[in-house]
């Protein structure tokens, strides 16, 4: 009878029963296989192994296993992988527990809101045709997402890139199955939007008194002075407006920002009848859990801006907005500065949070905000909700087509993980 072996990746997760060892295998190793550690069991009959699983009544057993004939990473002739991590039938007791724990207070639905053919846009140098910021927004309806922020009417002197604003919404008027906001710093501004067509605006204070002079000229209560200008001419039209906080967690000029200041904004465009309010960590510096600053102030030497800044986080920030707005009425935007993106969408979900902003290909950042580039980008959000078995609507590989469409013309790879590993996998096989 021909003999295999049965291989584990990484560390064992059980210690095999006597009985595999006198029946299949005088003795186990561990051996390098291409770049994994893999457990191997010399055997005879991959079905006795999982009699035998089954008999020793092992947590985890053979029904918790993935199988597989010479997986891609292995060049032995004849092998079977133990594949814990990524089984999908598996009924370890305590993993289920874990996952149902983790996983039942996230949304079945999660709504996506595009940002990439504005905030992804906006700040390139070069001037990108008006077919070709179309011709994005198309692909990314084709998607199948559902809102896709398309432009801002901003004054061209400020953001030069989107002086085509009215251009571009007039060329995606009859395109069907998405919404498409604009942003409208001022009453100037949205009556333009108006005109031009728009049947949704977004507003967009800070919770930071810097950063809103630095952005938009004027201080916080101004701004939200002019939002509620814009709210009210809205709400005569009937027409749904959506509010961006920006800096809500830290500001490139202030540092940490307060929930509390967070909160008041919040609040100002509740009341002020926003239909969603989207929570922006403009610079990235947010991390899911609290931070001490008792345990920060024993870091050597640390400075108080270091101190303010890891002080900062989403939690706190989510549990204050939670406190004056509903949570069916709250998003959140997370630029990747610091790789904590989807860590905080993930808490985010957890508190209820059913709507995510994200930007094709990671485009985008924050121009006041040193090295703060790069929104998170849609595919890596879409492939992370795939993976919790959340809907979404979305079609990764289409979604991935609108990414390579933009990046090609923008002549740079695409700052999507997901995307970009896909790619490569899929660039592998076609040459299998």
């Keep these: ?82 594949n814990r991590h990524f ?12 996952s149902s724990k983790l996983l039942k207070t996230i949304p079945d639905y999660v709504k996506i809101v595009e940002v990439g053919a504005r905030d992804g846009l906006q700040n390139e140098k070069a001037i990108i045709p008006t077919n070709v910021k179309v011709e994005l927004i198309q692909l990314l309806v084709s998607s199948g997402l559902s809102v896709v922020e398309a432009t801002s009417f901003v004054s061209p002197k400020w953001v030069p890139q989107l002086a085509d604003a009215k251009d571009v919404l007039a060329a995606i008027q009859n395109v069907v199955g998405a919404r498409f906001p604009v942003l409208t710093p001022n009453i100037k501004g949205f009556e333009a939007a108006v005109a031009a067509g728009a049947k949704e605006v977004a507003v967009f204070p800070a919770a930071s008194e810097s950063f809103s002079k630095a952005n938009l000229n004027c201080g916080i209560e101004d701004n939200l002075a002019r939002c509620r200008d814009i709210a009210s001419a809205a709400g005569s039209l009937s027409i749904p407006v959506r509010g961006y906080i920006s800096c809500v967690v830290g500001c490139p000029l202030e540092g940490n920002i307060a929930p509390a200041k967070v909160a008041y904004v919040a609040k100002s465009l509740y009341e002020m009848g926003c239909a969603e309010i989207s929570l922006g960590d403009t610079i990235g510096v947010g991390t899911p859990g609290n931070v001490s600053l008792v345990a920060v102030s024993y870091v050597v030497q640390a400075s108080l801006a270091l101190v303010a800044m890891l002080a900062g986080t989403v939690i706190p920030m989510l549990e204050a907005v939670l406190d004056v707005a509903p949570t069916d009425m709250l998003a959140v935007h997370f630029h990747d500065t610091y790789g904590q993106a989807l860590s905080n969408i993930l808490i985010s979900l957890q508190m209820g949070i059913s709507t995510v902003d994200s930007s094709v290909s990671g485009l985008g950042g924050c121009p006041y905000a040193k090295g703060a580039t790069g929104n998170v980008a849609t595919e890596d959000v879409i492939y992370m909700l795939n993976g919790l078995g959340v809907k979404t609507n979305v079609d990764l590989e289409k979604l991935m087509l609108a990414g390579n469409f933009i990046c090609k013309h923008l002549g740079r790879a695409s700052g999507s993980k997901a995307a970009t590993a896909l790619c490569k996998v899929t660039s592998h096989a076609s040459k299998l």
């Excluded at 990484?10 to 060892?21: C, E, I, K, V």
């Excluded at 999982?50 to 004939?69: M, P, V, Y």
């Excluded at 089984?87 to 874990?98: G, H, L, P």
Aim: contains cysteine; positive net charge; glycine residues 4%.
């Design 1 to 82: 009878m021909a003999m295999h072996k049965i291989l584990q990746r990484g560390r064992p997760f059980f210690n095999p029963p006597q009985q595999l060892f006198t029946a299949f295998s005088p003795s186990h190793t561990f051996r390098s296989c291409g770049d994994e550690s893999l457990h191997v069991w010399e055997i005879t009959d991959t079905r006795e192994v999982r009699n035998e699983f089954d008999k020793a009544n092992i947590k985890g057993s053979s029904q918790c296993l993935n199988w597989t004939s010479r997986p891609n990473y292995c060049s032995h002739a004849s092998c079977y992988v133990v």
């Design 87 to 98: 089984a999908s039938d598996r009924n370890d007791i305590c993993t289920k527990e874990f």
